[in-house]
DNA sequence: TGACAAATGCAACTCGGTTGCATTACAATT
DNA sequence: AATTGTAATGCAACCGAGTTGCATTTGTCA
């Protein structure tokens, strides 16, 4: 069972409808796999000759951060990206094609760095966020 | 002397002149520990009964960013901040109180994660942007 | 002091994102 | 299958950060 079925189901049994547009941008940005901006979304969510309003589709990605199966994500200046909610990770941006690629956050090396910055700062940290940016192999 | 008086000397020798709103905004950021935002630079360097239009403002911001003088800062969804340029760092970003604090950026463990994902991703990193979120010690 | 280019102000604009409100459509109930 | 309550949708107007074009002012240098 995909994702998308179990999530819609959990939805439904809370009240919320299994509506045309919340179907499509969650299998979209399922079977996704690097964040995509709004525009993108309301792109690719069209089907046939349907096209979903933006006030939908922003109000629609708002609600599913908001339930937290979907995150949001900025990047410098950027517009809004958004992705499939999973486990911490940080992004490889490249400033060559704007590709942007999902890397793993939860290295030891790493945890150990947001100790170290807690202890010698006085500072609890809730979150972070960490984006390099650079060249991919193909843009190199 | 000054850093702001040598950029303003610098400045001068290439044909840009020493106008009022350059010059208060070199100052006022100088002596500023945290970056400011736009309306904030705005509001303080604002003399006597004479206030700068927001696009001067935006345009001296651009400007001295674009010589490298002042570094824009984005956290987050929140509009643009702005700070003297210097080495490379972080930011503590307390969720409670808003202010923003620089850490050193150059630590021998940060080198090392960040060739780490160099080497794994195959990926040139030209440069990175880190943010801690959390609570200062005060709103702990 | 005059002249040229840089800096400034103003108004209008762009663009991502939001809001209020009327309309449509989903799904539970009869 | 028809009814009904509410969630979802569309539309138009709006908001706020940031930008642009153009006319005016001001700093600097000859």
Redesign the interface.
Known sequence: MQKTDQILTELRKEGSRQSVARERILRLLESHLSPLSVPEIERRIAVDSRRFNKTTVYRELQFLSGKGYLK?L?L??DT?LYEFSGPHHHH?V??GCGAV?D?DGETE??H???R??ER??????????????????TC?
Chains 1, 2 share one sequence.
Not at 120 to 137: D, K, V, Y
């Open positions: 949001e900025r410098r200046n809004a490889l490249c400033i690629k890397i090396s790493w150990n760095e947001e170290r910055v010698e700062e006085n500072f609890r940290i809730l979150e972070h966020s960490l984006e390099f940016f650079g060249l991919c192999a190199r």
